[in-house]
């Protein structure tokens, strides 16, 4: 097993643009999660799956944004019409049900010019 | 609702010295707690991890303690190399609302110099 795999690693876009985050995560996890971690500050949770429902969802998670887990495998986070505070980190991690132990990906970096 | 403190940054520290980094919390139920560490550009690697009271968590020469009367999970190491320089992250996780997302504090930069 590879762990949790983020695709791309790295995205510079313009303001107005959509962009789409995909994220694999461990094969026999079942639950798994979205973050945003903005520059010197810890991870935020903006939403968890477990296998393909989405059973909560912050309150940083604006309109704009939407993640699917269509067939509770990989995941994707698209973010529509990207704003210069959308600039951050997003981290994904999966674990097993009744666990509490996440395991993080290596995180997609949004800059947004 | 559920919160981490940890001691703000950065910590410099010469090669061999110990370590401390302080974390408390604020949590409902019985949190599971974790430290992670974060080298620059990277994602988040589990560190350790303590599941009950008294638990000690320990790995690669660091320890921390969960300790519910104090509501504390203090990260430490004996021995610190330049290896060891990274930003770390004090993490609960709490089964109440069925979810066991994370609550991260701020982290701590640690820099050792040799």
């Known amino acids: 097993d590879t762990g949790v795999s983020q695709d791309p690693r790295h995205k510079i876009t313009k303001r107005g643009q959509n962009v789409t985050f995909r994220c694999d995560p461990i094969s026999e996890h079942n639950r798994l999660y979205w973050y945003r971690q903005t520059l010197g500050q810890g991870p935020e949770f903006l939403t968890y799956f477990q296998n393909e429902a989405q059973l909560e969802k912050s309150r940083l998670l604006s309109d704009r944004f939407s993640a699917e887990r269509p067939k509770g495998s990989f995941s994707t986070l698209e973010i529509q019409r990207t704003e210069q505070g959308d600039s951050a980190m997003y981290l994904c991690?999966?674990?097993?049900?009744?666990?509490?132990?996440?395991?993080f990906g290596q995180g997609t970096r949004l800059t947004v010019v | 609702g559920n919160s981490v403190t940890q001691m703000e940054g950065p910590v410099t520290l010469s090669e061999e010295a110990f370590l401390t980094i302080n974390c408390t919390y604020t949590a409902t139920g019985y949190p599971s707690l974790f430290w992670y560490v974060q080298y620059p550009g990277e994602g988040l690697q589990l560190l350790l991890k303590?599941?009950?009271?008294?638990d000690k968590g320990s790995n690669k020469g660091f320890e921390a303690t969960y300790r519910k009367e104090t509501t504390s999970f203090h990260l430490e190491k004996g021995s610190v190399q330049v290896s060891d320089s990274a930003v770390y992250f004090c993490a609960l996780s709490s089964s109440t609302s069925g979810t066991y997302k994370y609550i991260f504090g701020t982290g701590t930069r640690l820099k050792v110099l040799a």
């Open positions: 991690a999966s674990s097993l049900q009744g666990e509490p132990e996440a395991f």
């Open positions: 303590a599941t009950k009271a008294d």
